[in-house]
């Protein structure tokens, strides 16, 4: 059954909420493996970080945050940072040429299923093509089949590039975005 929820970019008083999603993230068993934060760290942060957060996913022209609201729930979450040539990512790889990154997707687990991937990734695509990107591209652990596949289902393919980080071996994915430049 196709959800109901409300998908919109974060407002910029919505930090606890952020937080508290964020936490639901870093705490679920079968999406903490794609996170390079723990629950411990997120803990660490003060009210002022996770009010900086809202502001940047808000406000920012470099980044926004997209939620999926399901009455008073928050269901899911998409972030999308734009990244220029030179610039350093969330992992420290110099970028090459400009792109669009998305980053903390997660949907909880009564909410997946319901097209809210689908949903998130095209509300990340047309704010990151309003701001000239041609492609999304994220990273997801070689070992997380289940997120493969939702991100094959909706476009994304290997680039062929495969790495280490924190969590693992990653494998990136890029998705075109059509109708850009």
């Known amino acids: 059954m196709r959800s109901r929820a409300e998908v919109r970019r974060v407002r910029l008083h919505e930090w606890a909420e952020i937080r508290d999603l964020r936490m639901a993230a870093v705490s679920d068993p079968d999406a903490s493996m794609a996170f390079l934060t723990t629950l ?8 002022a970080a996770w009010r900086d957060r809202a502001a940047g996913a808000a406000l920012g022209e470099d980044a ?7 009455g008073d729930a928050w269901v899911g979450s998409v972030s999308v940072l734009l990244r220029a040539s030179g610039d350093r990512d969330h992992l420290d790889r110099a970028v090459a040429a400009p792109r669009a990154d998305v980053v903390g997707v997660f949907i909880t687990p009564a909410a997946r299923g319901a097209g809210l991937l689908d949903r998130l990734i095209e509300a990340a695509a047309a704010w990151a093509a309003e701001h000239g990107a041609d492609a ?3 990273d997801v652990h070689r070992d997380n089949a289940r997120a493969r596949a939702a991100y094959r289902r909706i476009g994304f393919s290997p680039t062929g590039v495969e790495f280490t980080s924190v ?6 994915m890029r998705k075109p975005l059509r109708g850009t430049r």
């Not at 969590?167 to 990136?172: L, M, N, Q, S, V």
Request: charged letters at 40%; proline letters at 4%.
């Open 136 to 138: 999304l591209t994220l």
């Open 167 to 172: 969590i693992g071996p990653e494998i990136e």
């Open 40 to 47: 411990d760290q997120e803990r660490e942060r003060d009210d």
């Open 64 to 70: 926004a945050q997209f939620v999926a609201v399901d």
